[in-house]
């Protein structure tokens, strides 16, 4: 027997339609070279309706991909509604990929029509005889673009002025494709996620629930996340769904820039991965500077620092950890005491929170073992950690290679974790960055974490070298803190971690560096080191 309730497709259309009944009056704030550019969500609206009416006009149909290459803006904002909503698939292009990366996704995708910012068409310039699918680009800029307009492309400020208020929105189905992001790509080609509106939409309820990152209507949400990395987490569409306020900073991502912004436009809530995070921090140590409007910050997409979570506690101000991936739209995992655990000890309360959660409403979790059987949820157990949902990819776009990645309806996500019995995840590493010694793993990650609560160390990095008697051994690479670089010594790290971590896990070396490289959406790039320190020599005694 059926339930007698609509048949109402879950699409983004509603949420945009959301946004122009219910919040028209909700403010976007988003920052150019020459200041900050506020308008309504009544603005943002209509001007989708000429976005959609003027890529319309340039012979886009269902189901075409449209690339986005630009920063968080209020033009990126009108595309990541409009182009969904008139059946087309918004494609966000990472803006730091390699050239020849860049040129790989655009062709892999079949974009026809590229939204570029001016600012960033001499990275376009690079790729453009190289990308036969498209046909027209669109320079969405902020001023007058002259001469600077390459010979065919469009002015999007034009083409919206030209377009026709009156976009008729198709009616969708929920199935249908909205979104499409490439993973990093650490290894191989980078491989493409097709989000559809039931996914997003789902994904946006579900991640704003109280006990997940509480975002309401009053807050005023800034995503220092780009968009061209999963979505900027959902927190465009949160916007239009629950009706808070969006800030988005474009370029201008140094701390003092940002902390302008959380000042001029009272930002409640900012989402940002811990390397940018930690700068804001340091930024307001050293300058003074307050931010009495914020009250919460979500750390996600590397495992969140000690420090840093204390740090920013010891300034009022709280933050939620989470884990997740592009392939799962990114909402896995998020950290919250239960009221159980009010009365434990502040330590006990800080291990929970350090760890990267339980799963978010529908998302389902487990581990798998070597041997194909399932690992019990003890705390300890460690092995592949696979998800399944309703936000969860069942294939790469248009790539068999990564077929391996998915079986029996699960996601393979090459997280090494254990789970505990209240569901809560431990992230061990990821599999490929374990250092496997003597037949044993050791975790990359913890040693990272230890060694970066070092007064002296900035960053650090934990990486496997070839080893002739254990196969690998790992490699402590470590960023001194200005004027800390003779303090760093093998003997100081492997004394700091002796009692911290196992003795047989103590690193064999240790190698000062200037800095961490990092991958295009800031997370440590071993792959670099791994290269560097392919051949590095081991000390005697190791
Ligand atoms: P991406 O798809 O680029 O967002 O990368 C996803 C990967 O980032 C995950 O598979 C994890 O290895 C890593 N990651 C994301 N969030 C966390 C976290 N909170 N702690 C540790 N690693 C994380």
Redesign the pocket.
């Known amino acids: 027997m059926q339930g007698l309730m609509m048949d109402w497709q879950l699409t983004l259309t509603h949420v945009l339609e959301r946004a122009r009944r219910v919040f028209h009056e909700q403010r976007i704030s988003s920052r150019h070279a020459a200041g900050v550019h506020r308008y309504r969500f009544a603005d943002m609206t209509r001007r989708a309706d000429r976005l959609a009416g003027a890529l319309a006009g340039l012979g886009v149909a269902r189901g075409d991909r449209i690339g986005t290459l630009g920063w968080n803006s209020h033009r990126h904002l009108e595309a990541y509604y409009a182009v969904p909503c008139m059946g087309a698939v918004l494609h966000t292009l990472n803006l730091r990929l390699h050239p020849d990366q860049l040129a790989y996704v655009i062709n892999h995708a079949r974009d026809r029509v590229l939204l570029v910012d001016a600012s960033l068409l001499p990275l376009l310039e690079k790729v453009r005889d190289r990308i036969p699918t498209v046909e027209q680009v669109v320079v969405m800029s902020d001023g007058p673009l002259g001469a600077g307009l390459p010979p065919g492309a469009h002015d999007y400020e034009a083409l919206l002025a030209a377009a026709s208020g009156h976009f008729l929105w198709p009616e969708l189905d929920e199935q249908d494709a909205a979104a499409l992001c490439y ?2 790509g650490t290894t191989g080609h980078p491989k493409g996620v097709l989000y559809s509106h039931r996914s997003l939409v789902l994904h946006t309820l579900g991640f704003s629930i109280a006990d997940a990152f509480a975002i309401r209507e009053r807050d005023v949400v800034l995503t220092i996340v780009p968009m061209f ?2 979505n900027a987490w959902g927190l465009p569409f949160a916007a239009g769904m629950l009706g808070c306020s969006l800030v988005l900073p474009g370029p201008h991502l140094v701390p003092k820039d940002l902390v302008d912004l959380i000042e001029s436009e009272g930002v409640t809530f900012v989402g940002g991965v811990p390397t940018i995070v930690s700068a804001l921090y340091q930024y307001l140590k050293e300058s003074g500077r307050k931010v009495p409007t914020l009250r919460q910050i979500l ?6 620092p000690r420090v840093l979570l204390e740090n920013f506690e010891a300034m009022g101000i709280e933050v939620v ?7 799962l739209s ?1 909402a ?1 995992t998020v950290s919250r005491l239960r009221r159980d655990m009010d009365d434990w000890p502040p330590e006990e309360k800080t291990r929970v929170r350090l760890l ?1 959660g339980s799963p978010f409403p529908l998302v389902e979790l487990r581990i798998l073992m070597d041997d194909g059987t399932e690992a019990p949820w003890d705390g300890v157990t460690a092995g592949e950690l696979e998800a399944r949902g309703p936000w969860v990819a069942r294939a790469y776009y248009e790539d068999p290679s990564g077929a391996d990645r998915f079986h029996d309806g699960w996601f393979r ?3 090494v974790a254990s789970i505990d019995a209240r569901g809560y995840v431990r ?1 061990v590493d ?1 599999t490929k960055d374990m250092v496997k010694s003597g037949g044993e793993w050791i975790s990359s ?1 913890d040693l990272e974490n230890v060694i970066m609560g070092h007064p002296q160390v900035a960053e650090a990095a934990v990486i496997a070298v070839a080893h002739p008697k254990w196969t690998e051994r790992p490699l402590a690479c470590v960023v001194p803190k200005p004027d800390c670089a003779g303090a760093l010594s093998r003997s100081a790290i492997r004394e700091w971690l002796r009692g911290r971590v196992a003795d047989w896990w103590l690193p064999d070396d240790v190698v000062v560096i200037e800095g961490v490289p990092k991958t295009s ?1 800031g ?1 440590f790039d071993k792959k670099v080191l791994r290269e560097r320190f392919k051949d590095h020599v081991w000390p005697e005694a190791s």
Do not use: F
């Open positions: 993973t990093s990395h999963a750390v996600g997409g590397s495992a969140l950890h989470a884990w997740g991936m592009t392939e990114p896995g990267q996500t090459g997280d992230l990821r990650v959406v997370k």
